[in-house]
């Protein structure tokens, strides 16, 4: 035995283990839930322009096979630059444009657009059957890996950012999968299954990187995943420890080939835009130009009202107890945790564009909230005695409701109190840089919307929506317009209907006149399958 971790007695669950049929039913299930209910709270249009110039890319592919888009640009935040040849790029990654590139293919620019609100629910409700898989994976019991799960995915911002066209349900989607194929890998007993658990990892990641290249940050951790594995569990349980470097080689290789095509593409992409596979767009943008002073930023990401992600996901502080316990379960695991947190914080609490607004709490690192909430499947306090049950009933709901005042309107509805608090518009790295506006607790975003909750829903059919300056809503709409000023889409965006009733697509149908025997169909057909994997998974939970 290696580095102290825990004897194969101390590393078996305290119940049976969980079968493999019973594992895989038990996330298809979990994935069933999940999805249903993202989809009855899913977003009617895009809620940010990072997604509008996305799928503007998707577009520009499926129609003219070409990567420019139309000249586009928002006062402090240019969203297009011009290449080597003169033509307008997108800023971003081409990930997400490629998950948008088979629907406009397929159905054409209109329905494209509307088939890439479908996008973020179905991720991230993979996103967090992942979680839930590696939790079983470990040996934790279903009733537990479940539980957790849908704590992640509804006391902590995974259920906005399921709605949303940023790129979150991105990242936890593959980061998520990541962790899923490492500890999938580490406990493999043939070398077919280890190589295929890594090169899913590694599919995944590679992807991430082609979204986002700044998800290079995750790759220390995986590499401490490794060495953790390699030096600190007994042989008898670990691959990583229990076969020759010659084997961790030959199972390293499967990752070459998604490595390099993820780098290809990359770099290619770069070449395109700007001339040099090396130069990034990002990396000279305002936005994440360091700040010089990173305890500022790291205080905001941590302790502040507006930003500090245990204010969004409290659930990270009921976990702290877990810690421990997870650490003799797999060391790993909770190694890999803990750098990815030290990396993806200590990178963005030195930028400019820290708190990523306009966003839902804190978005640049938002992705890890399912990654922090892993040590409560171990934790004894919020599951044990009737203290703990009751205080973790209660923060819990509460954060429920906080997540759920998120879910029912434009969740950057904060963003017009700015205004009023700065006696201008805001104009995104120059509201970061303002580091005391985010301890104004009472003009924050958490108070804003919990005020508007009742009356959003209560006047959800009340009023007719304001109707948009002409043209405006035609172009919003129409994300391909060729003339489209995104501060004219940005005025629709802060209409009525936005920030005065519940920003769901139901909603949004009956309030335009689609015909209410359609939408109470649909509506059915989503609380069906809800209610379906709800007992699927109780049944499950009951038997293992």
Known sequence: MRGGAGSPAEAAPAHARVTGSTSEAAA????????????????????????????????????????????????????????????????????QSLLYLPGV???????????????????????????ARALLALGVGCRRSVAVALVAAFTTPMWVYSRSWFEVSIEAFCFNGVLLGLVRWNAATSAGVARRSLA????????????????VLLLPAVA??????????????????RVGWAELARDALVAVPFAVAGAATMLAYNHLRTGSAFSFYLASHVQFVYAGDRRLGLAGLLVSPWKSIFVYAPAILLALDGWP?????????????AVAAVCYFGFYSGVVFWSGDRAWGPRYVAWLCPWLCLPLAFARFPWNGRAGRAVTALVLSFAAVVEFAGVSAWC???????????????LYAAVSTNYDLYYRVLDGPIPAHLTRLVPTWRDAFRFVPEPAPPGLMAQWDDPGHP??????????????????????WWVAALRHGVPAESVCAGLTALLAGAAWAGLRLRALAAAG
């Open 28 to 95: 298809r299930a979990l994935f069933l839930l999940l999805l249903s209910v993202f989809l009855l709270t899913a977003s009617p249009r895009a809620d940010t322009l990072d997604g509008i110039v996305r799928f503007a890319v998707a577009q520009s592919l499926a129609e003219r096979g070409a990567f420019d888009i139309p000249f586009l640009e928002i006062p402090d935040m240019p969203l297009t630059s011009t290449g080597p040849d003169g033509k307008h790029y997108a800023y971003w990654g081409l990930g």
């Open 105 to 131: 293919l397929l159905a054409g620019r209109d329905w494209g657009y509307r088939l890439a609100n479908l996008v973020s629910p179905v991720l991230m409700a993979a996103a967090l059957a992942f979680l």
């Open 200 to 215: 899913f990892a590694a599919a995944l990641l590679a992807f991430a990187v082609v979204t986002r290249p700044v998800s």
């Open 224 to 241: 401490a995943f490794v060495v953790a594995a390699r030096w600190w569990i007994d042989p008898a349980s670990s691959r990583a420890a």
């Open 325 to 337: 316990a997870l650490w003799r379960r797999s060391p790993a695991v909770t190694v890999a945790v």
């Open 412 to 426: 950057i509805r904060y963003q017009n109190i700015l205004e009023r608090v700065e006696g201008r518009p805001p």
């Open 483 to 504: 003339r489209m000023d995104p501060r004219d889409a940005e005025r629709c965006m802060l209409g009525y209907d936005l920030f005065n009733v519940p920003f769901v």
